[in-house]
């Protein structure tokens, strides 16, 4: 498809399991957000690629969140030993444009942790 | 780092009434600022964008405007109608940087029929 493709789009996992949240972005896209959304709430930054250089990190909420970009396209937000408060919509965004310009989001996946 | 600030975080109009939203943004180098909206269960979507260059932009029914001496832009929708109903993000930038989207909190727009 043309859009951005994030899977799954519903995760259901018990407390102190690990999830995997794909993102595939626009082919040709450099730039590439995550982003969380807790219901209700608004867009919180998680963490961002620009081409080559090295993410910005900084939105990570803890240690148990990571991601990873491999071969600048294909992303993965990993949570460890998820616990309740990480339920939210992981959203993923891209763009071809470096700091400015229409972000392309994916549909989310919808995290429930029990 | 930026912090943009939006308000208010809730909004409720009659039908064909006008609503606006402001937003507030603390770095001075900031020079794009666009703004998405985000119906129930979907996806954001930009709807509108404006770069420092120029103080308003205009697109049918919403409009946007920028003050960059007092770091604050609006957006502005009039005649509105109940599909204007959904969460509205502001956001800031900087063309040309690595530096990531900051957004403001949401404002959730309610259409009164």
């Known amino acids: 498809g043309a859009g951005v493709s994030q899977s799954p789009s519903n995760k259901v996992t018990e407390k102190g399991k690990d999830v995997e949240l794909r993102c595939d972005p626009i082919s040709g896209h450099t730039a590439l957000y995550w982003y969380r959304q807790s219901l209700g709430q608004g867009l919180e930054f998680l963490i961002y690629?620009?081409?080559?250089?090295?993410?910005?990190k900084s939105g990570l909420p803890s240690d148990r969140f990571s991601a990873e970009r491999t071969g600048g396209s294909v992303s993965t937000l990993t949570i460890q030993r998820t616990q309740q408060e990480d339920s939210a919509v992981y959203l993923c965004a891209s763009s071809p444009h470096r700091g400015a310009g229409e972000l392309f989001f994916g549909e989310g996946s919808r995290l429930t942790v029990l | 780092g930026e912090n943009v600030e939006q308000h208010p975080s809730t909004l409720s109009v009659q039908e064909g009434d006008s609503a606006v939203i402001k937003c507030t943004y603390s770095d001075s180098a900031s020079n794009y600022f666009p703004w998405y909206k985000q119906e129930l269960g979907k996806r954001p979507q930009l709807i509108i964008d404006?770069?420092?260059?120029?103080g308003e932009k205009k697109d049918q029914r919403i409009a946007v405007t920028l003050n960059k001496t007092a770091k604050h832009f609006s957006l502005h929708i009039t005649e509105t109608q109940p599909e204007d109903s959904a969460v509205y993000f502001c956001?800031?930038?900087?063309?040309?940087?690595?530096?990531?989207?900051?957004f403001g909190s949401g404002t959730q727009l309610t259409v009164l029929p």
């Open positions: 956001a800031a930038s900087m063309v040309g940087s690595a530096r990531q989207l900051t």
């Open positions: 690629f620009q081409g080559n250089s090295a993410p910005d």
């Open positions: 404006i770069r420092s260059n120029v």
